[in-house]
């Protein structure tokens, strides 16, 4: 993607991570070119440190390329995992597929050993397919290891994951509302406005919806299964319905939809028909879809539909996926990198961002072209914009209309390309930069050098 030259005076933003779509913009402060040190970091590395880290960055970059990865890929797995990468990459102990499988966006940090544990139980399996699996749990059985959902009493997520891993807190009750003259039971507001105006619609197309089954207790939902475990063996219950605690009902969310019974043949009826057409519009999806048990964990149940909002019921109606498989299939953020994002468009830099510790080096002469500054001599590192010039050197200092400023970080050279922290740099640049309490998300107005604002 080619992206303009900014105008003046744009909002930005730097960003670990995932895009961000900024606000409207805000101006920027301007201040004179600092004469004294420009801080990188509030605690920053030694510089022998810096450099040792630089080199071992550099030592396996040149591994990575003669196993064919590409700068990107390179400096994405060092962000991942840095050193270590080095370390492993010497002693043999990274595969072609293990690096494959580390430098897959979905892959997850807390997850190493049990993609590794994986991996070897099932050599069969591509890298996507193992990232995909243990993402959704499907490494260790049902109802193993499960893990307590975070809502407090009242709150209504929907985008909440529950099923045989994920359980709601037995004093967990959401916000409702009865589905009056909609059928019995009660949603969630937002999933009980839906369902009335999906409901509406299929009336002006001459099909009858009508809810038999929406919101459960933790109660309710223990006495059902106790039922049904009276009747039949644990291991057949537990294939349609779900122990207390784990029913999506328990969220407000779900409904059942004019039947809850395979005997009735709800699939076959013109009503089923009419939603795997239009459900998503309304932001739900049909949430155990046939051939997804050993995803879900349920046989199919064609009257079960689960609110998840319109954007995301699109893309898993669309594409087949269960809501599982949607959450394992998204970007995990982890080791990403820095993106320097205007009107919320990511500005190309043709070089990777490096992280170095806990410091995000960015590099110099793209970002700076990037930003709308011009080159003022051809194999220079001396750019021009707004009536203001600067140069960048490795090192600790640049210059800034002839102001030498030093740093307490090194810029460096890493492959082939002069890098410098993002704080630093920006900080030439005209960016005032702050971090954020989302962690390593870094926020802050970009106006062009030497604009007044």
């Known amino acids: 993607m080619i992206v303009p030259r900014p105008p003046r005076g744009l909002a930005a933003v730097l960003t670990a991570g995932f895009l961000v779509i900024l606000p409207s913009p805000v101006k920027a402060t301007s201040q004179p070119w600092p004469s004294q040190a420009v801080s990188a970091v509030s605690t920053p590395l030694p510089w022998q440190t810096v450099q040792e880290l630089a080199l071992s960055y550099e030592d396996q970059a040149g591994c990575l390329a003669q196993l064919a990865l590409d700068e990107a890929l390179s400096a994405l797995l060092w962000n991942r995992l840095g050193p270590q990468l080095t370390c492993m990459l010497e002693e043999g102990e990274l595969s072609a597929s293990w690096l494959e499988l580390l430098a897959l966006p979905n892959c997850r940090e807390g997850l190493l050993s049990r993609y590794a544990a994986y991996t070897q139980s099932h050599p069969e399996l591509e890298p996507e397919q193992v990232v995909l699996e243990v993402n959704m ?3 260790r059985p049902f109802y193993q290891e499960t893990q307590e959902i975070s809502l407090s009493p009242g709150e209504v997520d929907p985008l909440v994951l529950v099923n045989k ?3 709601l807190a037995r004093d967990y009750v959401p916000q409702l509302v009865p589905l009056s003259g909609l059928g019995s039971g009660s949603l969630a507001p937002e999933a009980a406005d839906a369902f009335a105006h999906m409901v509406q619609a299929a009336k002006e197309d001459g099909v009858s919806l ?17 039922r049904n475990l009276s009747q039949y063996s644990q291991r057949f219950t537990d294939t349609f319905s779900a122990r207390p605690g784990h029913s999506e009902h328990q969220t407000g969310l779900a409904v059942d939809i004019n039947s809850a019974s395979m005997l009735d043949h709800f699939e076959n009826t013109a009503a089923y028909a009419w939603l795997q057409e239009n459900c998503a519009q309304y932001g739900f999806i ?3 879809p046939q051939g997804k048990d050993e995803i879900t964990g349920y046989r199919f149940e064609p009257w079960h539909y689960r609110y998840v909002g319109k954007e995301i019921a699109a893309v898993c109606m669309e594409q ?5 498989e949607y959450w394992a ?10 993106r320097v994002l205007l009107e919320g468009q990511v500005l190309e830099l043709g070089a990777p961002p490096v992280r170095l510790d806990e410091t995000w080096y960015l590099p110099a002469e793209e970002l700076a072209l990037a930003l709308g500054w011009e080159r003022v001599e051809e194999g220079t590192a001396r750019f021009a914009c707004g009536g203001r010039q600067v140069e960048f050197f490795p090192g600790r200092r640049s210059q800034a209309d002839g102001v030498t400023l ?5 810029a460096l050279s890493l492959g082939g390309r002069l890098y410098l922290p993002a704080s630093q740099l920006c900080a030439i640049l005209g960016a005032d930069l702050e971090e954020t309490e989302e962690g390593n998300f870094f926020t802050g107005n970009l106006a062009s050098p030497g604009e007044e604002t």
């Not at 009508?210 to 106790?226: C, L």
């Not at 087949?320 to 599982?324: I, R, Y």
């Not at 299939?329 to 820095?338: A, F, N, R, V």
């Not at 030093?406 to 090194?410: G, K, M, Q």
């Open 137 to 139: 749990g499907l490494d």
């Open 165 to 167: 891993y994920h359980a």
């Open 210 to 226: 009508r809810s038999v089954s929406a919101y459960r207790s933790y109660a309710t939902q223990k006495t059902t299964y106790n």
């Open 286 to 288: 049909l949430r155990y």
């Open 320 to 324: 087949g996926l269960t809501l599982e």
């Open 329 to 338: 299939g998204q970007p995990s953020g982890w080791g990403d990198g820095t």
């Open 406 to 410: 030093r740093f307490t970080a090194p």
